[in-house]
T-cell receptor
Framework: EPEVTQTPSHQVTQMGQEVILRCVPISNHLYFYWYRQILGQKVEFLVS????????KSEIFDDQFSVERPDGSNFTLKIRSTKLEDSAMYFC????????????FGDGTRLSIL | SQQGEEDPQALSIQEGENATMNCSYKTSINNLQWYRQNSGRGLVHLIL?????REKHSGRLRVTLDTSKKSSSLLITASRAADTASYFCATANTGGFKTIFGAGTRLFVKA
């Protein structure tokens, strides 16, 4: 069964550094998402992406964040200048039908900011 | 804001018992979805119920939706130790591009 893959599984970065989290969505999916989950807390929506542009973003997704689909397979989340509070699990998801259907999640990247 | 909130926050039962989790939300929805998350893993989609449906079954899962009360329930029958996980409900906004997850119910099934 096709799946969403995320790399790296764990990223440790110094505060203030840039970090890029990578995702390979399921190949025929058109809708892409990033979420974050601080340890023990709920899954928080960051951004959705469709037709090569951001469809919607949350208050968390400020100017420090950006997303890109640089080629036909990858979907990346960049955090420009990381803060301690950016430490969390970051999940990528993709969907064939957008909000009308299920989302398929990767296993996440654990981001630790020192 | 549109938000799914589950209760209870945590549930501990014996293998073979049924587990019921509830979810409430605040705004109109097109559908409501339930997901499962094993520790340290991504979310796995379990079931989707549309706003014009009242009940849906999938294997040992039964989901109900009451749009007048803005609530849903997930019932897992004949639970197994392998059902131990966190369960989240999720709702999408009108355009479908923003999905909000509830805080989740942590289910522990004792063998």
């Amino acid at each position: 069964e096709p799946e969403v893959t995320q790399t790296p599984s764990h990223q440790v970065t110094q505060m203030g550094q840039e970090v890029i989290l990578r995702c390979v969505p399921i190949s025929n999916h058109l809708y892409f998402y990033w979420y974050r989950q601080i340890l023990g807390q709920k899954v928080e929506f960051l951004v959705s992406f469709y037709n090569n542009e951001i469809s919607e973003k949350s208050e968390i997704f400020d100017d420090q964040f950006s997303v890109e689909r640089p080629d036909g397979s990858n979907f990346t989340l960049k955090i420009r200048s990381t803060k301690l509070e950016d430490s969390a699990m970051y999940f990528c998801a993709s969907s064939e039908l957008g909000g009308a259907g299920p989302q398929h999640f990767g296993d996440g990247t654990r981001l630790s900011i020192l | 804001s549109q938000q799914g909130e589950e209760d209870p926050q945590a549930l501990s039962i014996q293998e073979g018992e049924n587990a019921t989790m509830n979810c409430s939300y605040k705004t109109s929805i097109n559908n409501l979805q339930w997901y499962r998350q094993n520790s340290g893993r991504g979310l796995v989609h379990l079931i989707l119920i549309r706003s014009n449906e009242r009940e849906k079954h999938s294997g040992r899962l039964r989901v109900t939706l009451d749009t007048s009360k803005k609530s849903s329930s997930l019932l897992i029958t004949a639970s197994r130790a392998a059902d131990t996980a966190s369960y989240f409900c999720a709702t999408a906004n009108t355009g479908g591009f923003k999905t909000i997850f509830g805080a989740g119910t942590r289910l522990f099934v004792k063998a």
